[in-house]
């Protein structure tokens, strides 16, 4: 596909007074009505051009005339070969018109010979810069890859919207590639840069990607190293947003070329790139950049002088202000460029402002916590929140320990569930006894906080109504303590705006139960407080992420008080993976209630290890099935030899994990 004869360049002779003309007092300056239907027609119609093998791309930008630039704005078409007459039916191609009718307003069209291809293949080097090497802080300008993937370059240091952390922004053909899958690992520096296998170059995970119309882009998280966002060679830091027009200025900072420095020549450009076996052809959208001659790339550390190199794909292209300095704001994501032996190089990047959309994050630290922490609030237990999920409670068809009263119809619904969530846990709660039969409660001990528990007050739960609910009136002027079943603690994890969420949340009289005073503080102290603990301690748990499982048990004889009938036992599982393995280990808590009436303290309490099976039997609940410690043969040994039955946990060391 190509023109079959030159258009005559006429902007010279456009008059200044036509409202829809390429010139003006500013020959660079483009009418903004007569682009936005240019726009519109590439988004709409673009992509058909490209079903031409030939065709590389189409976007806007100013008609080119004997190698060199006019100021006449052109829908520009970039080929592999540019022919005419025989030779295109030779290449099952065909010629583009001179013009182009858009809403009756002929558009000049522009036919250039360029081809683009992902710039991630690099070629060995002798020499090694700090861009190659590990870094930590992790600084956007350096290396990075899937395992798989050569190198490629970290673009920016982000905002997970999804978890308000930070993340690592660079292309899907470079954390993703097409053998990925979200989860891999992110390396730093990229596999070709250093190829030892060192464990220590894993930084994340990858997070998200997308290689399509709205970009190549990809997000890791960042899991063990610290971050800086300046990037490097700029000194500043993306604070803001925005698409590019023709004639902007621009400069990045690559892996291989260092800092380089551009200008807009193409905007709303749509090219076909070939990212090969089993992905193919893809239509990526963005915009196009040529080398600014007005900058030889002094400041590129690399001493390139290049626009662009192999092992740039993944750095951010950033507008420069109006004296020439870099700004912080981010226009896009570099992934392609495209070379000639007569020096006319080119640049492709995907915009920012999708890229942005597409994966999901923000350049604001706080808007992306927040937006975390309001995404958190209600969203309750994660039952996928290890590696291999953990499925809430459900109510068992016997169990002949428990109430027999207290079956699923005892459930209280809100909103036509009996699975309350609120932030970190979820719960049900019995009609009948105004407790929660369960609370479920994700910890993710790898990101945990300190908050303070001053001026929060506990409080019943407005979604619920009153009368299926324990409130102040239990507890006053006695010896019972407000015992929170899910830990406080636990829940005190993520961006600071969801910990508090997650802090206020926990004192909801759902996720209370009364203990006998001394009870309470010496539990916290004794084993049952440190069951979460211990576990970390004895076990390499995957990611330090468990889940936990809690809550009274009803018996029948539970002694009533106040009109509430006071649990005697709780219990707790705790969920953790290790070597992909889900494991599960049990427990039982008692109180002894004899002297409430009197208020003469706590005579005893005991922690005992028991199976999930012998929970069901206790509490009238089914459990989400895991590999368990053996401790049920042994508590029966136990039993035999006269020791009692079931396992007693003394200390932390008792336990079997």
């Not at 464990?199 to 960042?222: I, K, Q, Y």
């Not at 600014?292 to 950033?318: C, F, H, I, K």
């Amino acid at each position: 596909m190509a023109q079959e004869s030159d258009t005559p360049d006429s902007s010279a002779a456009a008059p200044n007074s036509d409202p829809t003309s390429d010139s003006s007092s500013d020959p660079r300056a483009v009418s903004t009505p007569r682009l936005e239907r240019i726009r519109a027609w590439i988004r709409r119609y673009g992509r058909h051009y490209l079903d031409d093998p030939n065709v590389t791309s189409v976007g806007v930008g100013y008609k080119e005339k004997d190698g060199a630039r006019t100021d006449q704005l052109s829908l520009q078409f970039t080929v592999r070969t540019k022919a005419a007459g025989a030779q295109l039916e030779q290449m099952d191609t065909r010629a583009i018109p001179e013009t182009l009718e858009i809403d009756s307003d002929p558009v000049v069209t522009d036919v250039v010979e360029r081809a683009f291809v992902p710039a991630y293949r690099v070629v060995p080097e002798a020499e090694r810069s700090e861009r190659k090497t590990r870094r930590d802080p992790l600084e956007p300008g350096v290396s990075i890859s899937h395992p798989v993937v050569s190198a490629g370059t970290l673009g920016a240091i982000v905002h997970d919207r999804t978890t308000g952390r930070p993340a690592v922004l660079s292309n899907w053909h470079v954390l993703h590639g097409p053998t990925g899958a979200i989860g891999d690992p992110a390396l730093q520096p990229g596999s070709h840069d250093d190829n030892s296998g060192d464990p220590r170059n894993e930084f994340g995970r990858l997070l998200r990607s997308h290689l399509g119309a709205a970009g190549d882009a990809a997000l890791a998280s960042v899991g063990s190293r610290r971050v800086d966002p300046a990037i490097m060679g700029l000194g500043v830091v993306p604070e803001e947003i925005a698409d590019p027009d023709l004639g902007d200025r621009v400069v990045k900072s690559g892996r291989t070329t260092g800092v380089s420095h551009g200008v807009v020549s193409r905007i709303e450009t749509i090219v076909s790139l070939d990212y090969g076996e089993g992905v193919g052809e893809t239509s990526i959208g963005g915009f196009e950049i040529e080398p600014d001659e007005r900058r030889d790339n002094e400041d590129d550390p690399a001493g390139t002088g290049m626009l662009s190199d192999g092992g740039d794909s993944g750095a951010v292209w950033m507008l420069k202000a109006g004296n020439g300095h870099t700004s912080r704001v981010m226009a896009g994501l570099h992934f392609a460029g495209a070379d000639s032996l007569s020096g006319d190089e080119r640049a492709i990047a995907c915009l920012a402002s999708s890229v942005r959309d597409v994966l999901d994050f923000s350049l604001d630290g706080s808007v992306a916590q927040e937006t975390a922490a309001e995404a958190a609030v209600g969203s309750g237990f994660d039952e996928d929140f290890l590696a291999v999920p953990v499925a809430v409670p459900t109510f068992a068809s016997t169990a002949s320990q428990a109430d027999e009263e207290l079956g699923a119809d005892d459930a209280v619904e809100v909103d036509g569930s009996t699975v309350v969530p609120y932030t970190h846990f979820s719960l049900t709660m019995s009609r009948a006894r105004r407790f929660a039969r369960w609370v479920a409660w994700n910890v993710d001990g790898d990101d945990m906080r300190r908050l303070s528990r001053d001026g929060i007050d506990f409080r019943l739960d407005e979604r619920l109504p009153a009368d299926v609910q324990a409130g102040e009136d239990l507890y006053a002027t006695n010896d019972l303590d407000r015992g929170h079943i899910a830990r406080r603690a636990d829940l005190l994890w993520g961006p600071r705006a969801e910990a508090e969420r997650a802090n206020e949340d926990s004192f909801h009289f759902t996720n209370i139960v009364p203990q006998m005073n001394t009870f309470n503080q010496a539990g916290r102290s004794g084993v049952w407080g440190e069951l979460e603990d211990a576990l970390f301690d004895a076990v390499d748990v995957a990611s330090l992420r468990i889940s936990v499982v809690a809550g009274p048990v009803f018996k029948a004889a539970d002694r009533e008080y106040r009109g509430f009938r006071i649990p005697r036992e709780f219990f707790k599982v705790v969920y953790y993976v290790v070597d992909d393995e889900l494991r599960a280990a049990a427990f039982v808590l008692t109180q002894d209630l004899d002297d409430l009436e009197i208020v003469d303290g706590l005579k005893d309490f005991s922690t005992y290890q028991v199976t999930l099976a012998e929970l069901t039997e206790k509490t009238g609940l089914e459990f989400a099935e895991a590999v368990e410690a053996e401790v049920g043969a042994e508590a029966r040994a136990e039993a035999r030899a006269g020791a009692g039955s079931p396992r007693r946990v003394g200390s932390a060391s008792d336990i079997r994990w």
